[in-house]
C-alpha cells in the first residue's frame, strides 16, 4: 500500500517503517523540558543582575585597537564632506609604516564608501607625501605637521592621528582610548581650515577639542 | 504560560553581541557596526581575527564570501554540505533539504532558514524550495550557520539550526552580466545593475533563467507510454528577478530587498511507478529593515513578507491522474529589536516579534479536500551576555516566549558559559538550552485518499476501513533538549579548530501512527507519537592558512541516534548520515583554484522502505581567472570523477556537472 503525494513529497510506507510506530495515538507526559534546567535559569538571571556590575580592568589590545581605528576611519569617510571633486577613488594615505594600513587595504578590497572605491596609500617619509583626501600621521611623523600641515589643509586634506594632543595642536581627528573604549578628538578650527563640513551626529559622538586650549 | 516563566522572560534584559558575535571575522564585524556601536567596543586583551567566533555561545560557521564565489556549488544547499556538523540530500532539482545534527530526513524539515532575518521556510510545511528561492551568488556576502537549538532568540522552526543567509548592500553590488553552459543542457543567464544614486542611496537589481538539467523527453504522457526503460528525468526552468535599495546616512540605516521567481519543472519516477510530475511555482520574498540610533543603544525594525503558490500535475501509465496545489503559503513578519551594552563587560538585545501565516491546499481526492487555514503569532524575546575576569569568562542568557493563537504558548530558554583556558588561544564552551518546532499546517490539516486507505493530518477527524472513529487533536509542539561541549583552539593566527560533542532529546515527536493496517488496508495519519529520540555526535573541524593566498579546510562529523517509543522499545534511529568527512583546499592568486571531497557514509530514510543509500564520496574543483579587469571566466566539475549516486533512494542519480562560467563586469 503506498500513500503518494503528502506534503509535496512522495512517500512510502511499508513494513518496516510500521516497526517504529504503535498503533494507536499515544502521547508522552506533558511539559517539554527538564524543569530543573528553567528554575536554574530563573535563578541564575537573578544572579546575573546582581553580579553584572562587577568589571575587572582590561588591558588594550593593540590588534584589536589597530582594526577599530581603521574601522573608525572607515565610518567616518561617511560623514565627511569634501569640495566637489571628480574623483572616482577616496584616497586614504599613511604617513609612515603604521600598522592600520593592513586593514585599511583588506576593507579597500571588499567595501566601497559612497560609492566610491577607497584606495589606500602609504607614504615612508613627509617628503613623498601625495594627493590624497585622507592622512593617517603616525606617531613618529608628528613632527612633519609643523611645516606640512598647511599646504595639506589647503588641499582639502583630513588629517588623522592617534597621538596624545594632537587634536590641540591642529590635526582634525585624533584617536585617544578613553575608560577602555577607543574615542575620537574632533578641532572644528582644524575642520574650518581644510574647508571640510562634517556631519552633525558625528559632532555629537566626539570629544570636540579648542586648539587654544592646548597653547 | 506560568508567571514565573515570563517573570524570567521579563528579568533578561541585557543584550547580547549574540548576533554580531556570529560575523566570522572580527574586523567584518566592525565594519558593520555604526559609528555609535563602534564607540561601545571594548578595547580588550583578545586573540586575533577569529575572536568572535571563540566566544559565540553557539557552534557556529561562517561560509565566506570566497567560499561562495570560489566553490563549485550551483546551490546553497550543495555549499552547506561541506558545513561540518550539517547533512544534506538532494532529491530532484528543486527538492533539496539541509538540516543539522542529525535531523535532515524527517517528515519535516527542522531548520530555520533565513534571507537577512527574513525567515523563508513554507509556511505550509516548513521547507524551503532552494533552487527557486530569487537569490544570486553574486548578491551573497556570507552565509552563518548555527549548530542546535536556537528557539531561544529565533523561535519556531529554528529546532535543529539557523541558517542566515547575509547579502550585500548595494552599495557594494557590481553591474555585471554572465552566461553558463555545462553538461546535459544546464544553462544560466543573468544580468544584473547597481548603482549608487547619491552617497547615502544605492539600488541594484538582477534578472536570472537557470535551466538546472535539458527537459527530459519523457515528459508527455505519450513519451512515458513509449520509453520502456526510461529512468530518472529531471529538469527545472526558473526565472528570477531581485531588487536590493540601500539608504545610509551616519547611524541610520533602511534596505528594502526582495525578489520573485517562477518555476516550470518535470521529474519522471522509474523504479515501476512509470509516473509524471509536472509543477509549477511563484515564489516571492520582501525584506524591509530600519536600524537608527536610540539612547544608548540601537533600535532594528524589520518588516517581511514571503509568499509561495506551487500547481502539481500527475500522469501515470500514460493517463492523466490528477492535479493538485498549494494555493496559499503566506507568512507576514514584524521584528522589533533593542541593542544596547549599558556596561562595559554587558552587552544586550531584547524584542517583539508579530506574525501572521496563511495556508491553503487543494489536494487531489475524490471528492476534492481543501484547507485553508491561518494562524497569528506573537514573541518576545531577550538575550544577555555578561563578560567576568578580564573576559575570561562569558555567561549567555536567551529566552523566548511564542504564542500563537492556535497553540498553547512556549518558552525556550538556553545558557551558555565560555571559558577562555589560555590567552584566548582555547576555548570551552558549555551550553544547555531547548528548541521546538510547531506543527505545520501540513501536519495539522492535510487529507489524502489513495486507494484503500488515508492519511490525515492530527486535527482531521476520519474513519478507518473497519469503522474506527479516529477524531482529531490539537497537537503539541515537538520540543527539543539540547546540551553541548565545545573546545575551540585558536594556536596561531593561521589556525582555528573546534570540537563539539552534543546530545539532543526529542520528546513530543511529531510523526506517522498507523491506525489501522489490512492487505488492502492502510489508515495513517500525523500526530505527537510515542516516541523519544535521542542523537548524539561528535563534530570535528580544523581551518588553516597554508600561506597568504592557501587556505584548508578538514571537518569530520560522527552522529548516531535511538528512538524509543511509549512501550520502551528501542530502534536506531534511521534518519541522517553515521559519518561524513569533507575537506578542500582554496588558492587565491593570480588564478583562483578550489579543490573539494566529501564522504559520507550510513544514510538510512525512515520512511522510504528501500535499501539504503550506497556510502559515497564526492570531488568538485573549480579554477577562475579574470582576464583584464572586466571579464571573469570560470571552469567548473561537481562530482567531477562522475561517481554517480543517490542522495536519497530512486530519485535523482547524482552525475558529473561540469559548466563553464563567463561573467563580465561593467
Known amino acids: 500500500m503506498k500513500p503518494v503525494d503528502t506534503f509535496g513529497q512522495s512517500i512510502v510506507l511499508r513494513g518496516s517503517a510500521q516497526k517504529r510506530r504503535r498503533i494507536g495515538p499515544a502521547r508522552l507526559c506533558e511539559g517539554g523540558g527538564p524543569p530543573n ?28 585597537l589597530i582594526r577599530l581605528k581603521a574601522a573608525f576611519i572607515f565610518n567616518i569617510i561617511g560623514y565627511v564632506r569634501w569640495p566637489e571633486s571628480a574623483q572616482d577613488n577616496i584616497t586614504v594615505g599613511i604617513l609612515g609604516e603604521d600598522p592600520v594600513a593592513v586593514p585599511l587595504r583588506a576593507i579597500s578590497k571588499k567595501r566601497m564608501v559612497k560609492g566610491k572605491r577607497m584606495e589606500v596609500k602609504v607614504f615612508p617619509e613627509a617628503s613623498g607625501i601625495g594627493p590624497c583626501n585622507i592622512l593617517f600621521v603616525s606617531a613618529p611623523h608628528v613632527a612633519a605637521l609643523d611645516s606640512l600641515g598647511v599646504q595639506l589643509e589647503s588641499s582639502h586634506v583630513l588629517l588623522i592621528g592617534d597621538t596624545d594632543g594632537l587634536a590641540g595642536k591642529g590635526v582634525a581627528v585624533n584617536f585617544v582610548v578613553v575608560k577602555e573604549r577607543l574615542r575620537f578628538e574632533v ?13 552633525a551626529k558625528m559632532l555629537n559622538l566626539s570629544i570636540l577639542v579648542d586648539e587654544k586650549d592646548s597653547q | 504560560m506560568g508567571r514565573w516563566k515570563f517573570a524570567a522572560v521579563i528579568a533578561l534584559v541585557f543584550m547580547s553581541l549574540g548576533l554580531t558575535q556570529t560575523h566570522g571575522d572580527e574586523l567584518d564585524a566592525f565594519l558593520d557596526m555604526s559609528l555609535t556601536d563602534l564607540l561601545n567596543v571594548p578595547v580588550v586583551t583578545a586573540s586575533k581575527r577569529l575572536q568572535t567566533l571563540m566566544e559565540a555561545p553557539s557552534a557556529i560557521s561562517i561560509i565566506s564570501r570566497d567560499d561562495i564565489l570560489q566553490s563549485s556549488a550551483n546551490t546553497i544547499p550543495e555549499l552547506l554540505q ?20 542529525g535531523l535532515a530526513y524527517d517528515e519535516t524539515p527542522k531548520m530555520l532558514i533565513l534571507v537577512n532575518s527574513q525567515p523563508i521556510n513554507v509556511v505550509v510545511y516548513g521547507g524551503v524550495q532552494w533552487p527557486t528561492l530569487p537569490l544570486a551568488k553574486q548578491d551573497i556576502d556570507r552565509i552563518e550557520v548555527v549548530r542546535g537549538p536556537s528557539s531561544a532568540m529565533y523561535g519556531a522552526d529554528a529546532q535543529a539550526g539557523v541558517v542566515n543567509i547575509i547579502t550585500l548592500p548595494a552599495f557594494e553590488r557590481k553591474s555585471s552580466a554572465s552566461i553558463s553552459y555545462g553538461e546535459r543542457g544546464t544553462q544560466t543567464y543573468q544580468i544584473g545593475f547597481a548603482h549608487p544614486l547619491n552617497e547615502d542611496f544605492a539600488v541594484a537589481i538582477r534578472g536570472r533563467f537557470t535551466r538546472t538539467e535539458k527537459k527530459g523527453d519523457a515528459e508527455t504522457p505519450a513519451a512515458i ?27 541610520t540605516e533602511f534596505n528594502s530587498e526582495g525578489g520573485i521567481s517562477s518555476d516550470e519543472e518535470g521529474y519522471n519516477a522509474s523504479a515501476g511507478d512509470r509516473s509524471i510530475d509536472l509543477s509549477s511555482k511563484r515564489t516571492i520574498y520582501l525584506n524591509n529593515r530600519a536600524k537608527f540610533p536610540v539612547g544608548r543603544g540601537e533600535v532594528g525594525i524589520r518588516l517581511g513578507v514571503r509568499d509561495l503558490w506551487q500547481e502539481n500535475k500527475r500522469w501515470s501509465n500514460g493517463g492523466y491522474v490528477f492535479k493538485y496545489e498549494l494555493r496559499k503559503s503566506q507568512g507576514i513578519d514584524v521584528d522589533l529589536q533593542y541593542t544596547l551594552s549599558p556596561l562595559a563587560n554587558q552587552n544586550i538585545i531584547f524584542g517583539g516579534n508579530a506574525s501572521r501565516f496563511v495556508g491553503s491546499r487543494d489536494i487531489a481526492n475524490t471528492p476534492p479536500y481543501i484547507y485553508d487555514e491561518s494562524d497569528n503569532l506573537w514573541s518576545i524575546y531577550a538575550q544577555d551576555q555578561v563578560a567576568f575576569a ?27 558559559l565560555n571559558l577562555d583556558l589560555h590567552k584566548k588561544k582555547a576555548n570551552l564552551r558549555l551550553m544547555a538550552g531547548s528548541s521546538f518546532r510547531r506543527p505545520s499546517f501540513d501536519e495539522s490539516h492535510y487529507f489524502v485518499r489513495f486507494p484503500g486507505g488515508w492519511l490525515k493530518g492530527s486535527q482531521i477527524d476520519a474513519t478507518t476501513e473497519v469503522g474506527t472513529l479516529v477524531p482529531g487533536e490539537k497537537p503539541d509542539p515537538e520540543k527539543l533538549t539540547a546540551y553541548e561541549v565545545g573546545l575551540r583552539l585558536h594556536p596561531d593566527a593561521r589556525t582555528y579548530v573546534d570540537f563539539e560533542v552534543f546530545q539532543n532529546t526529542i520528546k513530543r515527536n511529531l510523526g506517522l501512527i498507523v491506525y489501522h493496517n489490512a492487505p488492502d488496508e492502510l ?138 562560467d563567463l561573467r563580465y563586469l561593467f
Not at chain 2, 566529501?598 to 538510512?604: E, I, L, Q
Request: aromatic share 12%; glycine share 8%; with cysteine.
Open chain 1, 37 to 64: 534546567l528553567r528554575r536554574f535559569l530563573l535563578l541564575a538571571v537573578v544572579g546575573l543582575a546582581c553580579l553584572a556590575v562587577v568589571s575587572d580592568a582590561f588591558a588594550v589590545d593593540k590588534e584589536r
Open chain 1, 187 to 199: 578641532s572644528l578650527q582644524a575642520l574650518k581650515r581644510a574647508g571640510l563640513v562634517v556631519g
Open chain 2, 82 to 101: 561541506y558545513v561540518v556538523g550539517m547533512d544534506g540530500y538532494t532529491k530532484t532539482h528543486t527538492d533539496q533539504d539541509v538540516a543539522a545534527r
Open chain 2, 225 to 251: 507510454q513509449a520509453a520502456p526503460n526510461y529512468g530518472i528525468k529531471d529538469w527545472a526552468d526558473i526565472y528570477a528577478m531581485t531588487y536590493r535599495l540601500d539608504y545610509k546616512r551616519g547611524d
Open chain 2, 390 to 416: 578580564d573576559r575570561r569568562i562569558l555567561l549567555t542568557l536567551s529566552g523566548r516566549y511564542d504564542k500563537w493563537s492556535s497553540l498553547d504558548g512556549e518558552f525556550t530558554p538556553r545558557a551558555t
Open chain 2, 523 to 660: 489508515n495513517i495519519g500525523i500526530t505527537n507519537i510515542g516516541d523519544r529520540i535521542k542523537l548524539s555526535g561528535v563534530e570535528i573541524e580544523l581551518k588553516h592558512d597554508l600561506s597568504k593566498d592557501t587556505r584548508a579546510f578538514l571537518n569530520y562529523t560522527y552522529q548516531r541516534g535511538k528512538i524509543k517509543d511509549a512501550s520502551s522499545i528501542e530502534e536506531k534511529w534511521l534518519g541522517a548520515p553515521q559519518a561524513k568527512l569533507s575537506g578542500g583546499i582554496s588558492y587565491a592568486g593570480t588564478i583562483t583554484a578550489d579543490a573539494r571531497f566529501r564522504y559520507v557514509g550510513g544514510v538510512t530514510y525512515p520512511e522510504v522502505d528501500f535499501e539504503p543509500v550506497d556510502d559515497y564520496w564526492t570531488v568538485d574543483l573549480a579554477v577562475s581567472k579574470f582576464s583584464g579587469e572586466y571579464l571573469h571566466a570560470k571552469l567548473s566539475a561537481t562530482n567531477a570523477l562522475d561517481k554517480a549516486r543517490y542522495e536519497y533512494p530512486i530519485y535523482t542519480q547524482i552525475r558529473r556537472k561540469l559548466s563553464v
